[in-house]
């Protein structure tokens, strides 16, 4: 009986079943750690999703609380700001806790990263403090966008307030950028803040001319003119006394939007009367002001920490004398 050819070679060693069992034991390994890895990377992307909509929703959260705190006078700067550092702290957050599921040290990562911001922090000092100069000018609200202020270098108009500089426009329409430090750190004037302001009018007098018959006729147009306020009532006074001429000022309470018309209106009043007392003045131009009724210093100050007034419901209580009930 003639035997079939052999296909295998003589001079071949097959793998022992050992060799066999060894690389069978490796592939279950491989199998068990590919399907760890695989659920890792799931779950680090449902964190990775649940952080990024947690975070815009708590965003949201925020923004609207700002909102419901500041319904009488709303204030888009601060709430923007709020969320978005709601909205980053989240996302930091999410992120390493992505970075600890996929098995990244996340413990060498954090001390990597805190050297890096103490190197950056020392690089850009001048614009951490702008930073905390916003942030404490959002808190304590020296000033907010539309007031009229000045500083120790400019005078405007308040356009917009960011982390680090604050944009005014002057006068004569110029935009002028001021580092938040540098306005934080020295004397703010706010003109707008109070809705009365007192313009003080110094005239001299020459000493030919009636000097009561110029203080009377200067007290008449004060009370006359409906820009200024009846009370305080305007106060003039001689405040110096040469061999040439008196000095006399006049002050009047007056709105803000009021103070620059109203102090240019006396202030020629009491050139043209210094002149001649007997002379017929044109009558005052009407009010700028919306409201010219007097208020309190610092009325609608806005402020962050300042809470809502509670809404008045409806009270069960006895029915009000003016809603009688008809008569059948």
């Not at 060498?108 to 950056?120: D, F, Q």
Request: aromatic share 6%; glycine share 6%.
């Amino acid at each position: 009986m003639q035997t079939k050819p052999s296909v295998i070679p003589p001079d071949v060693t097959l793998p022992s079943i050992a060799n066999v069992k060894a690389d069978e034991t490796m592939f279950g390994h491989f199998v068990d750690w590919l399907g760890k890895v695989a659920v890792n990377l799931v779950v680090a992307g449902l964190i990775l999703v649940v952080t990024f909509w947690m975070a815009g929703w708590l965003a949201g959260v925020a923004k609207r609380a700002l909102s419901r705190m500041h319904r009488n006078n709303p204030d888009p700067t601060l709430e923007s700001f709020v969320s978005s550092l709601v909205r980053y702290t989240i996302v930091a957050v999410g992120l390493v806790a992505v970075l600890q599921q996929v098995g990244v040290q996340t413990t060498s990562i954090i001390a990597v990263l805190g050297a890096a911001s103490l190197a950056i922090g020392l690089a850009l000092q001048g614009a951490l403090s702008n930073v905390a100069a916003g942030v404490m000018i959002l808190l304590f609200r020296p000033y907010k966008v539309g007031d009229v202020i000045e500083t120790s270098t400019r005078q405007g108009t308040v356009k917009s307030l960011d982390l680090l500089f604050t944009e005014i426009a002057t006068p004569d329409n110029v935009k002028v950028m001021i580092p938040n430090s540098k306005v934080f750190g020295d004397v703010i004037l706010n003109y707008s803040t109070h809705r009365n302001r007192r313009a003080d009018v110094l005239f001299k007098v020459p000493l030919k001319t009636d000097l009561v018959s110029v203080l009377q006729k200067m007290r008449e147009r004060a009370e006359n003119d409906p820009r200024v306020r009846k009370d305080p009532a305007p106060m003039i006074e001689v405040t110096d006394l040469s061999e040439v001429f008196a000095q006399a000022a006049i002050r009047v309470w007056t709105a803000k939007e009021d103070f620059g018309p109203v102090k240019t209106d006396l202030m020629l009043a009491a050139h043209l009367l210094a002149e001649d007392p007997t002379r017929t003045l044109p009558p005052p131009r009407p009010s700028k002001a919306p409201d010219p009724s007097p208020a309190m210093p610092g009325d609608k100050e806005h402020h962050l920490f300042r809470l809502p007034k509670p809404r008045r419901g409806r009270q069960s209580g006895p029915r009000s004398p003016r809603s009688q009930p008809k008569a059948e």
